[in-house]
């Protein structure tokens, strides 16, 4: 990628693994002084009005390192779109940062931002992550529940960038994980996949019905029950 000279914006929420645009090129990569916080609402992707659910900004932080990606905006209908998703429907405004590939070879360039502030009419502000976690699992929105975009956002941050540790977004990915299992919900039907019914497993007299397993993880030892949170 030679000099960069078209406008970008950073993804760093939804639009990491579903951005709902046509966008050009992409890059990954971090902004600084800027840290992911779960401390906007949102009643019309995530929540319902009078119900809202839990979505990131970014707020300013000095030493703050933010890691997502980067995407080139191609064509007026890419910026409409985000300024209705993210500004009329949001809540957010714009703002311009530098962004930092992690390709060396590419040197910094500035991309768009959208962010929330207390001024916000969705601003719900801080609170810890067992009581973001019982907002989260119980809520949800014409986009789906607002634990998938949790668990997709954390699974991606996971997978691209191995090494970052973001203790705001992990740990609340622990509280939901532990709520949805307190509240005996089935993970995959809130993540959105449909799941598959299985049939009873044959066992031998010779062999336990219910043998002992290891779980690779701990969202692999999640039981799958009735979602019992469909009109949330």
Known sequence: MGEVTSLWVFGYGSLVWKPGFQHGQTAIGYVEGLARRFWQGNETHRGMPGKPGRVATLVEEQGAVTHGIAMELKGEEALDYLNNREMTLGGYLQKITMFHATEKEIPPFPVLVFIATPQSKHWLGPADSQYLAKQVVTSSGPSGHNVEYVIKLAQWLR?????????????????????????????????????????????????PANPPTRHASYCSSLTCKTLRCVKL
């Open 159 to 207: 997978k691209t960038f191995p090494e970052v540790e973001d203790d705001h977004l992990y740990s609340l990915e622990t509280q939901v994980l532990l709520e949805v299992n307190i509240r005996g919900l089935c993970l995959q039907t809130l993540l959105g996949e449909e799941v598959e019914p299985t049939a009873p497993a044959l066992t031998s007299p010779a062999q």
